[in-house]
């Protein structure tokens, strides 16, 4: 049964729903490269696991970016609404 991922912020944020979009793409993303990688390994395709590697640390680079200003946004739009309740 697959992990639901459920926005930590306010419902009805058009730049909450983008951004945990946009971390999902990064994400599904970055884990098709490591299957690709794994599957290279398992055939013994150094060639295709070298080409890989740049595009899986560029992945998990985008994953990381895109989770982080998920937390900048919450801290920097919602904790103000959630103090004001």
């Not at 599904?28 to 055939?43: F, V």
């Not at 595009?55 to 103090?83: F, L, P, T, Y």
Request: charged letters at 35%; a negative charge; hydrophobic letters at 35%.
């Amino acid at each position: 049964m697959p992990v639901k991922l459920e926005p930590h912020c306010i419902r009805n944020c058009c730049e909450c729903e983008t951004m945990w979009r946009e971390y999902a793409h990064a994400t599904a993303e970055h884990m098709k490269l490591l299957m690709e990688r794994h599957m290279a390994l398992a055939k013994h395709d150094s060639a295709r696991e070298t080409a890989l590697e740049n595009q899986i640390a560029d992945g998990e680079a985008r994953r990381v970016e895109s989770r982080e200003r998920i937390g900048e946004h919450e801290a920097a739009k919602h904790a103000r609404m959630e103090h004001a309740r």
